[in-house]
């Protein structure tokens, strides 16, 4: 008769699975500046987007803009955004973003008028899309002619991501 135990005892290290977010995360944004006889115009507006698949992607942006007409108004606007795009073929790009800004203007004259107040946008758009780059129109369906800082509701845009 005989007895007899096995024990064996295995420890594995399997590498860490690295994840693939930043491999889906693109950057981009808009940066413009404006100079004329006593106007200034400065616009920063960074921002990301995740692409979770090849038709879906959503993203964050910041926005700040300061913009003066000498002895007439100074205004400083920032605030975030969020936006949704969807590709239903590799040509077309589909959009939809929510926009709040906060604006502070200054009125310079005879008496000096401060206005603060907050500005939301809902855009709806569309564009043709090659690689990185889409160009095409959103429409402010929040828009109000009396308030706002958009001259119009229709408004063209080239969107460029790396």
Same mark, same amino acid.
């Given at each position: 008769?005989?007895?007899?135990?096995?024990?064996? *005892?295995?420890?594995?290290?399997?590498?860490k699975a690295?994840? %693939?977010? /930043?491999?889906? &995360?693109?950057? +981009? +944004? +808009?940066?413009?500046?404006?100079?004329?006889?006593?106007?200034?115009?400065?616009?920063?507006?960074p921002s990301?987007?995740?692409? *979770?698949?090849?038709?879906?992607?959503?993203?964050?942006? &910041?926005?700040?803009?300061?913009?003066?007409?000498?002895?007439?108004?100074?205004?400083?606007?920032?605030?975030?955004?969020?936006?949704?795009?969807?590709?239903?073929?590799?040509?077309?790009?589909?959009? *939809?973003?929510?926009?709040?800004?906060?604006?502070?203007?200054?009125?310079?004259?005879?008496?000096?008028?401060?206005? %603060?107040? /907050?500005?939301?946008?809902?855009?709806?758009?569309?564009?043709?899309?090659?690689?990185?780059?889409?160009?095409?129109?959103?429409?402010? &369906?929040?828009?109000?002619?009396?308030? +706002?800082?958009?001259?119009?509701?229709?408004?063209p845009f080239?969107?460029?991501?790396?």
């Amino acid at each position: 008769m005989s007895l007899s135990f096995s024990i064996s *005892a295995q420890v594995t290290t399997s590498p860490k699975a690295k994840s %693939d977010f /930043w491999k889906k &995360v693109q950057f +981009g +944004g +808009g940066f413009g500046l404006g100079f004329g006889s006593g106007f200034t115009n400065i616009s920063l507006a960074p921002s990301s987007i995740y692409n *979770a698949n090849q038709y879906i992607s959503i993203g964050l942006g &910041v926005q700040y803009s300061y913009l003066k007409q000498k002895n007439v108004f100074a205004s400083n606007m920032y605030g975030g955004s969020i936006i949704a795009l969807f590709n239903p073929i590799q040509e077309i790009q589909l959009s *939809a973003e929510l926009e709040q800004l906060r604006v502070n203007v200054d009125y310079k004259g005879l008496s000096s008028i401060s206005n %603060d107040f /907050w500005n939301t946008g809902l855009f709806v758009g569309a564009g043709y899309r090659m690689e990185n780059i889409t160009i095409g129109a959103r429409y402010n &369906v929040l828009f109000d002619n009396d308030k +706002g800082v958009y001259g119009d509701a229709l408004m063209p845009f080239l969107r460029v991501l790396f």
